[in-house]
């Protein structure tokens, strides 16, 4: 069965530092990775995703996550946060869309 | 322009009563999807709905009903609300059989008195 861990419930960072959000899954076959942001009071907005071919994954609002089979992990990163990053990190596995299992989360503070 | 759309935001009601929870996509997607979110932010889906069938139904209890009058609609009827129904209810879509983002709406926070 196919599951998704995030370590870290709760991060703080200070702005301008860099992240890391840790992401480790279990899927019995190659499978398609998502991370997702939740900002206070809205929905899901995709980050970026893996299906194949390169590790290192570029998204949206400056940042990366990189695959490592041998590690089962999918990592996410970003090299200098914004106050405006806080908000809750979802990081999500399946092999389609109908598919998907979701992490427990993690939520980013950002302080001054 | 609203992508994926939910009414209403927030839904306050008693124990026992009956509700629904409206969504709308405009994305021209074949596949929409209810999640729930509890108050530890755990999501967790609940089902889908493809060309009008349903494909997933994720041991929800016979209470919630999903029903879909075409492929741009999924409402979600929940009868006899319980306390434990409190939570943030996620409209999504998406393309069967794809790798395609799921667009999710902004959510609906239903709490049960």
């Known amino acids: 069965a196919q599951s998704v861990t995030q370590p870290d419930i709760h991060i703080t960072v200070s702005e301008g530092a860099s992240l890391e959000l840790r992401c480790n899954y279990s899927y019995g076959a190659t499978p398609y990775l998502f991370w997702y942001v939740q900002s206070p009071g809205q929905g899901l907005q995709l980050l970026l995703k893996y299906f194949s071919g390169d590790t290192l994954v570029q998204g949206i609002k400056g940042f990366e996550a990189e695959f490592k089979r041998s590690q089962s992990s999918f990592n996410l990163r970003k090299p200098s946060v914004h106050w405006s990053d806080a908000a809750e990190y979802f990081c999500?596995?399946?092999?389609?869309?109908?598919?998907?299992?979701f992490g427990a989360g993690t939520r980013l503070t950002v302080k001054p | 322009d609203t992508a994926v759309s939910q009414t209403p935001k927030y839904l306050v009601t008693q124990m026992g009563n009956d509700k629904s929870i409206k969504c709308e996509q405009n994305?021209?997607?074949?596949?929409m999807y209810w999640y729930k979110q509890d108050s530890k932010k755990f999501l967790k889906i609940m089902f889908s709905y493809n060309n009008k069938e349903l494909i997933i139904n994720e041991t929800v209890p016979n209470r919630f009903s999903p029903k879909s009058p075409d492929k741009a609609h999924l409402n979600l009827h929940i009868n006899s609300l319980e306390l434990g129904d409190s939570a943030v209810y996620f409209c999504?879509?998406?393309?069967?059989?794809?790798?395609?983002?799921?667009?999710f709406g902004p959510g609906t926070r239903l709490t049960v008195l």
């Open positions: 999500a596995v399946g092999a389609n869309n109908n598919d998907m299992r």
């Open positions: 999504a879509s998406g393309r069967t059989g794809t790798t395609d983002t799921q667009y």
């Open positions: 994305l021209g997607h074949d596949t």
